[in-house]
T-cell receptor, first 116, second 113 residues
């Protein structure tokens, strides 16, 4: 089955700096890659996602890049703010149109701390 | 529109006791999922239901059973709880063909002593 590795496990930055979190996946058939943000005691919430027919996607201060050949994808947060502090999870799936029925395999998570 | 709801929010069980975690969604979604979240291990899929009337095992199904009661509701049952099942359980739902985003419920924090 799919295996997703996420690094680093913790990341500490100063407010205004950029943060980068990287994930690798094992199944070349995976074609959907979401990123979730989870605040302490709360549910995971989707912040951005990318499909395998796209190399990069941006949404304000957040961007995701995908390298299908190397089987890795990354989350980039620019101009970080203290409210960005949370746990971030990457995930991969083969996509809901196929027999995987949209099953997500998650990375282990990255605890991001943004210091004022 | 409440989205995905879960009950209870917290539960403490003794080893060997049974319980059912309830999940409901009001978004008319076809697919529903149960995950568990343990420290340092991300979320792992326990069971899923691709559509009403179907269920299938995920990555960590041992010790659990599920029921897709109707399109709205998907329950997770622990028949004989074990300390290894201490975790936070999340239910999620997804719209349908071509719609990838999964929406999560607020979670149930379960402790088995």
């Amino acid at each position: 089955g799919e295996n997703v590795e996420q690094h680093p496990s913790t990341l500490s930055v100063q407010e205004g700096d950029s943060a980068v979190i990287k994930c690798t996946y094992s199944d070349s058939a995976s074609n959907y890659f979401p990123w979730y943000k989870q605040e302490l005691g709360k549910r995971p919430q989707l912040i951005i996602d990318i499909r395998s027919n796209v190399g990069e996607k941006k949404d304000q201060r957040i961007a995701v890049t995908l390298n299908k050949t190397a089987k890795h994808f990354s989350l980039h947060i620019t101009e970080t703010q203290p409210e960005d502090s949370a746990v971030y999870f990457c995930a991969a799936s083969i996509g809901a149109g196929g027999t995987s029925y949209g099953k997500l395999t998650f990375g282990q998570g990255t605890i991001l701390t943004v210091h004022p | 529109n409440a989205g995905v709801t879960q009950t209870p929010k917290f539960q403490v069980l003794k080893t060997g006791q049974s319980m059912t975690l309830q999940c409901a969604q009001d978004m008319n979604h076809n697919s529903m999922y149960w995950y568990r979240q343990d420290p340092g291990m991300g979320l792992r899929l326990i069971y899923y239901s691709a559509s009403e009337g179907t269920t299938d095992k995920g990555e960590v199904p041992n010790g659990y059973n599920v029921s897709r009661l109707n399109k709205r509701e998907f329950s997770l049952r622990l028949e004989s709880a074990a300390p290894s099942q201490t975790s936070v359980y999340f239910c999620a739902s997804r719209g349908g063909l071509g719609v990838e985003e999964q929406y999560f419920g607020p979670g149930t924090r379960l402790t088995v002593t």
